[in-house]
């Protein structure tokens, strides 16, 4: 029903869709300046081999100022959005229990910090690196949540693949304490053996590589194993198969 409203609205539409366009060249730009901050910073480093820092001045200014824009923009509708969701006392349900809602938040906040410390030269090259890449994904993060906000068809799809992954977070735990439970029992019960070097099995490295080998399916078992370890082995097959089946 809210979307509804709000989609018959021209008002509300246009400002929808500059909502979309904002985010769409604020990417765009960000990535310029990434791209551009990295270029420059391989060649400094590569050619006169200095401190790993950018001159700000070597960066094209219009790319933070129009970061620190749409940026600006960007946050400054997600606080209306939150007052909105305030006054429809909505804040909890719309904001504070929404994904989307809070990276949003981050998606705005990140670029304005990463552009400033660009063009204030006030962090070494690999941190503003991390911090771009962080943003990047923070951004496209933002993408996908708008098009989950305000298309359907994305909505549907991703409230699918939410129900799915909350379906498949009980298997993939229980599987969890079964590797590393079986990985300590195959890591425990050859120790004896690792005194005279006829263990295949002596170190945590090679007990986690065991269970990997056999949840690939390929076999482990062979003469220099003992009767307990191919006991192991087969009550972890065992348990595995009914992990599988369950789910």
């Known amino acids: 029903e809210l979307l509804v409203e709000e989609l018959a609205s021209p008002i509300l539409m246009f400002v929808i869709l500059l909502n979309g366009c ?10 310029l300046e990434l791209d551009e901050f990295a270029r420059i910073q391989v060649s ?51 904001c504070l229990s929404s994904f989307w809602r809070w990276v949003d938040v981050a998606g705005a906040i990140l670029p304005i910090a990463t552009a400033f410390i ?10 503003i690196i991390q911090l771009g890449t962080a943003t990047t994904g923070l951004l496209w993060l933002s993408v996908l949540g708008y098009l989950v906000h305000w298309w359907h ?21 229980a599987t969890g304490i079964l590797v590393v439970a079986f990985a300590q029992m195959f890591l425990t019960l050859p120790q004896m053996e690792c005194i005279d070097g006829s263990a ?30 191919i006991a192991l082995v087969g009550v972890f097959t065992a348990l595995l198969i009914w992990l599988m089946i369950s789910v």
């Not at 790993?52 to 946050?75: C, E, K, M, N, Q």
């Not at 068809?153 to 735990?173: I, R, S």
């Not at 056999?214 to 076999?219: A, E, K």
């Open 200 to 229: 295949t099995i002596c170190s945590i490295h090679e007990a986690y590589s065991m269970v990997y080998e056999l949840l690939l399916g390929q076999p482990v078992v062979d003469e220099s194993l003992s009767s307990g370890m």
């Open 118 to 127: 660009i063009s204030a030269n006030a962090a070494e090259g690999d941190l």
């Open 153 to 173: 068809g994305m909505a549907v799809f991703m409230g699918g693949a939410t129900k799915l992954v909350g379906l498949l977070v009980w298997p993939a735990l």
């Open 44 to 94: 400094s480093t590569v050619l006169s081999n200095n401190d790993p820092t950018v001159s700000s001045s070597i960066i094209a200014d219009w790319y933070s100022t129009s970061i620190f824009v749409l940026s600006g923009y960007h946050l400054a509708s997600q606080v209306v959005y939150w007052i909105a969701a305030a006054y429809r006392s909505e804040l909890y349900h719309l």
């Open 22 to 31: 904002v985010l769409a060249a604020l990417i765009t730009i960000f990535r």
